[in-house]
């Protein structure tokens, strides 16, 4: 067992690491403050990624990627989790399902999208169907050689920039002694298609800037063309490629306790009552020491699922545990730092009330905790036929 980084793993977590002080934490107030990340900034951050080597960090080389393991792509969004989201968002993660593309759908999605020409979101979540995927309404219907899309999807992060969408709609029903199961296929759709509107969603208190939308399908023809993977095969394509992705919601967490942490830290280590730094009680030092074992903790276990991948190990239960604890750990840590800071924790002078708002909702998307601990329940279960 080793738990050192290599060289080339150290040099890409300092290379990230200074991309988010240098080229992110600048421009966080703004954004904080207008709900806006203007588009030459997005631009920039875009282009310099792009010029660092770094742009769709996710992708093997075979499609112009850089190729990283899994385990160096986990370090690398560690530390893109220092970074407000809504700037991060520029230094590009192209959803890796697009490796599913095939034919054209190679030319036209998969590479301008790891190249940075084209920017992508993928859609799942509808107002009546979160959790319960199956449960989707909005339905593709065969009329004369086409797809016929109606419906809507909404919380649909990134849209907003998006030049297509990926999209998972219902084609059918199979009668299962479970009762009826939906069947659900995969749509690349193009911005600009008639039918398709990409509208502006909701205001969240995490993660201001970082938008989300709501998607609406009014008789949206596609040809079969735009199928990702197989029809009926939605699932198929879901398992194969987006079943890691919930790795990157534990790293993130994991950078961001330890921005958050270092503010901790340094305030309870400066911050004088009663005559002596604050961090000299106990009140506060065995917070400060709970708030570093448990990151520590999360980040071994968020490492050691990346690392299981790079095996070929099976890893769902793993992905699931690293995920569910690194964003409750994130929620504990951001509380904690938040209640050291005292009063000036809540004040927008500090980014404490930021990290502390933006850590809520790593417990709700990618799959709540409630869902993760389902899978990790079950993986224990299922074994013993319970
Ligand atoms: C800011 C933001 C951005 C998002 N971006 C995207 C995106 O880009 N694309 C996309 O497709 N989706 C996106 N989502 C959707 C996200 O994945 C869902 O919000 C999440 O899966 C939960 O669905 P829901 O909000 O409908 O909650 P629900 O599924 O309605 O759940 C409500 C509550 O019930 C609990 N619950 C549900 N079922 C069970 C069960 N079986 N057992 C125990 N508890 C249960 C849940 O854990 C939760 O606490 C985003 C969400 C947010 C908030």
């Known amino acids: ?49 792009i010029d660092l080597g770094f742009y769709a960090s996710n992708f093997p080389e075979s499609v112009g990627g850089p190729g990283l393991s899994h385990v160096d792509f986990a370090l690398v969004e560690r530390e893109l989790g220092r970074g407000s989201m809504a700037l991060t968002h520029f230094f590009g993660r192209p959803q890796n399902i697009l490796m599913a593309c095939k034919g054209d759908q190679i030319d036209k999605y998969l590479m301008p999208a790891v190249r940075g020409e084209k920017m992508d979101a993928l859609a799942m979540t509808e107002p009546d169907a979160g959790s319960d995927v199956r449960g989707m309404k909005c339905t593709a219907t065969r009329e004369g050689g086409d797809w016929v899309i109606n419906g809507s999807k909404h919380f649909i992060s990134g849209a907003e920039h998006a030049d297509f969408v990926i999209v998972f709609v219902a084609t059918g029903v199979d009668e299962t002694p479970r009762g009826p199961k939906k069947r659900i296929t ?118 050691s699922a990346a690392w299981r991948l790079d095996q070929g190990l099976p890893a769902n239960r793993e992905i699931a545990s690293a995920k569910v604890y690194a964003s409750e750990m994130l929620a504990r840590v951001t509380d904690r730092a938040l209640q050291i800071h005292g009063g000036m924790g809540l004040m927008d002078e500090l980014p404490i009330e930021r990290f502390w708002r933006d850590a809520r909702v790593e417990r709700i998307w990618d799959g709540t905790s409630e869902i993760q601990r389902h899978i990790i329940s079950r993986d224990l279960f299922r074994p013993l036929g319970a």
Not at 14 to 20: A, D, E, I, L, Y
Not at 252 to 272: C, P, Q, T
Request: aromatic share 10%; with cysteine.
């Open 186 to 303: 995969c749509f690349l759709v193009d911005r600009g298609t008639p039918g398709f509107e990409i509208a502006r969603g909701y205001n969240s208190v995490s993660h201001r800037g970082y938008k989300n939308s709501i998607l609406y399908f009014d008789n949206c023809r596609l040809s079969d063309a735009q199928v990702l993977g197989d029809v009926d095969g939605g699932f198929d394509v879901m398992n194969e490629w987006l079943y890691a992705t919930r790795i990157t919601v534990a790293t993130n967490s994991v950078g961001r306790a330890r921005r958050v942490f270092d503010h901790a830290l340094s305030y309870a280590a400066e911050r004088k009552q009663f005559g002596q730094p604050i961090g000299k009680f106990q009140g506060v030092s065995f917070q400060i020491a709970d708030m570093i074992t448990e990151i520590d903790a999360a980040d071994l276990l968020t490492l």
């Open 1 to 49: 067992m080793h738990f050192g980084l290599t060289d080339e793993q150290e040099m890409i977590v300092s290379t990230v690491r200074s991309f988010v002080e240098n080229e992110i934490y600048p421009h966080e107030t703004l954004v904080e403050r207008t709900g806006e990340v203007p588009a030459e900034i997005a631009q920039e951050i875009k282009q310099k990624c």
